[in-house]
């Protein structure tokens, strides 16, 4: 990977000191980036940074609060001198909710960060690069698409970031801002690991998983960075908004 291919640009990447989050993180960095980790996870993100070095920085940022996201793209404007690139990638998944046990509260807390988050990503960040162009990626998931009973509040909210990524990139595009979204499959990381049942091994529920795809593997957060994420972000990708691209190992191929 070219180290200068994001050279010029300053990127921030929301929920970046989660398991994908930090593999986006570290893409973007290896590949010349500025990035500002923005997440709640304090401790994380202070970890996550130190291991980057002077490439990175850690601003605080919860993507249900407006008024965050009015402090951390401040301090992009002043301390970069200006948002190229947008990663909304910070998310909620509690697994194992039957549909009609669902309380309402856990049901708003998906949608607060999941769909709220992702909006208000998008409303900022369109607003901070109206003058200069810019590119944004949202993270949804084959969950957008697939109906899993036990899902419900997560299902819909990230079918949310696929249609608030279509419109965006239709308020967006008079401006030559690009609005995207990538689709993971299941991907090894601490949310997955909240869908462990008792007694069952990672290594299990990982090759559990595995055989609903095609290539009968697990996608990883590289194959969503190096393959995805970069590549949407890429000012070479200047005709393509408005779409989801599944990183899933072909999990949807079936559905
Ligand atoms: N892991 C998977 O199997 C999988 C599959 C498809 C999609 N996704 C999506 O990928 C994204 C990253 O997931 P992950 O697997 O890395 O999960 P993760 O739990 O490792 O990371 C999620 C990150 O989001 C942050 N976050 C949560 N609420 C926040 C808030 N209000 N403000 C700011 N940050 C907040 C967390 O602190 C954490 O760092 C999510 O949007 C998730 O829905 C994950």
Not at 16 to 39: M, S
Not at 88 to 93: I, K, V
Not at 119 to 132: A, D, E, N, S, T
């Amino acid at each position: 990977m070219s180290i200068d291919r994001f050279g010029d640009q300053t990127i921030v990447v929301t929920g970046g000191a989660g398991g994908i989050g930090a593999g986006i993180a570290k893409a973007f960095v290896a590949a010349g980036g500025q990035v500002v980790v923005a997440d709640v996870a304090v401790a994380a993100a202070q970890l996550l940074v130190a291991e980057l070095g002077k490439s990175a920085r850690y601003l605080p940022l919860d993507v249900t609060d407006e008024s965050s996201w009015i402090s951390v793209l401040d301090s992009v404007d002043r301390e970069y001198g200006g948002l190229d690139v947008l990663v909304n990638c910070a998310g909620y998944y509690q697994p194992n909710v039957p549909f009609e046990e669902m309380p309402l509260a856990l049901w708003r807390k998906h949608f607060a960060i999941n769909a709220d988050g992702v909006f208000l990503g998008c409303k900022h960040g369109i607003q901070r690069m109206k003058q200069r162009g810019g590119a944004i990626v949202n993270i949804g998931s084959g969950m957008s698409i697939k109906a899993i009973a036990t899902a419900s509040a997560y299902c819909g909210s990230k079918a949310a970031v696929l249609m608030t990524t279509r419109t965006a990139a239709a308020a967006a595009g008079a401006y030559s801002i690009r609005v995207n979204a990538v689709s993971p499959g299941p991907v090894p990381t601490a949310m997955l690991r909240g869908n462990l049942v008792a007694d069952q091994t990672e290594d299990e529920l990982i090759q559990s998983l595995g055989q609903f795809s095609a290539l009968q593997r697990l996608a990883t957060p590289a194959d969503v960075v190096a393959h995805a994420v970069l590549f949407l972000s890429d000012r070479a990708s200047a005709n393509i908004t408005g779409v989801f691209l599944p990183v899933d190992a072909g999990n949807l191929v079936g559905a």
